[in-house]
Structure formats: C-alpha cells, structure tokens
C-alpha cells in the first residue's frame, strides 16, 4: 500500500568470512510474489556494514553470591578474546552495551550517613581530610570493601570488608556537615576539636 510504513525484522547468519567494507543491501518490491524480472517495481540499496572477527571469548561474570535489584555490583568481570587485532592497525574501538535497566557508567558512590557498621572486618587506613578521601583510600587499598567510615572528629578513616548495613543509619544533617568541617579546620590550625 502506497505511503504505509513497512518494518520487516529479521534474524541471519553473519558470513564466516571477514569483510572490511560493508556490501550493500538491496531491497526490491514486485508486483506479484514471482520475484521474477518481469515483474520487478522498484529497487533501492541500503548501506552495509564490516564484518568483524568472531570473538573467540565472552563471557560477563558477577561476583558469587544472590544479585539483589537496586544494589551496586562490584567487580564484574568481563572477558573477551579476538582472534585478530580490531581496527586499522589494532586501534579500534570495542563498545560494550549492557542490556536494559543496567549501568555499566555507574560510578562508585557513598551516600554519608550517621550509624554505626555492623559486622565484618574492620581495617584501619589512618588520617584523611573527607569522607570522600576515605572512601577512595578504602576503594583502592581493599577493592572488596563495601563500607567505609569517618570519624568526622579524629579524621581517621576506616575500611569494611564484608559489612552487614548500618545501625540507627540517617544521612548527615547539614549542621553536621558543617561542624565536621569547622572540626576538621579547627585540627588542622592545631587547635581543639
């Protein structure tokens, strides 16, 4: 039908071999279901694409355990093997597209809060100047930490490795915020906190 929008989806088999430049496809409409020449309307091509290698591996593998919606995942690994270099030269590009409703963007974040850690193993990372030093100081030295914390008075900073939550858990009002920082210049003018 004249001005209808047609939308044809497909599933094909890529070819084995490798082709840097994309071949055309051609899309043909008939006047009768023959395909014959004589009873050919119209043609058009579309542009093709580069066939790559296959990927010899891939494999996308979360940590053991139950995976809980909502939470962030740490330490995902994700596992590819080319049987040639990608690109010009090696120098291509490789995209990974999680599937919907997953961030592969989302960066590491600590929302303060007031409480106090329950469980697991509690390590002791010394001085810094901010809850966000001591939760990059935790992150890097013990990459399996999921809990970090801040004594907004001595500044020392603590990382947990396998923490339960949080008891009488708030977030930090924002008079605490203030007085933790005036805290910290006070000690850092070597008066008293």
């Not at 990608?86 to 919907?100: K, Q």
Request: overall charge negative.
């Amino acid at each position: 039908e004249a001005g209808k929008l047609y939308v044809l989806v497909v599933q094909y088999f890529n070819p084995r071999s490798v082709f840097s430049v994309g071949s055309p496809w051609v899309a043909a409409t008939f006047s009768d279901p023959s395909g014959s020449l004589e009873s050919a309307l119209d043609a058009t091509e579309v542009p093709g694409f580069p066939i790559n290698p296959q990927l010899q591996r891939w494999v996308v593998s979360p940590p053991p355990g139950e995976q809980h919606a909502g939470s962030t995942v740490h330490h995902v690994v994700v596992e590819m093997s080319f049987s040639e270099a990608i690109g010009t030269d090696g120098g291509g590009e490789i995209h990974i597209y999680a599937p919907e409703g997953f961030d592969l963007a989302a960066p590491m974040q600590c929302a303060p809060q007031i409480g106090e850690v329950l469980g697991g193993e509690k390590k002791r990372l010394g001085v810094v100047q901010s809850l966000a030093e001591c939760v990059q100081k935790t992150w890097e030295r013990y990459p399996t930490a999921n809990a970090a914390s801040w004594d907004t008075m001595t500044t020392v900073c603590y990382a947990y490795i396998g923490a339960n939550g949080l008891n009488a858990c708030r977030p930090l009002t924002e008079e605490e915020a203030q007085n933790s920082q005036s805290a910290r210049r006070l000690q850092a003018d070597g008066g008293d906190a």
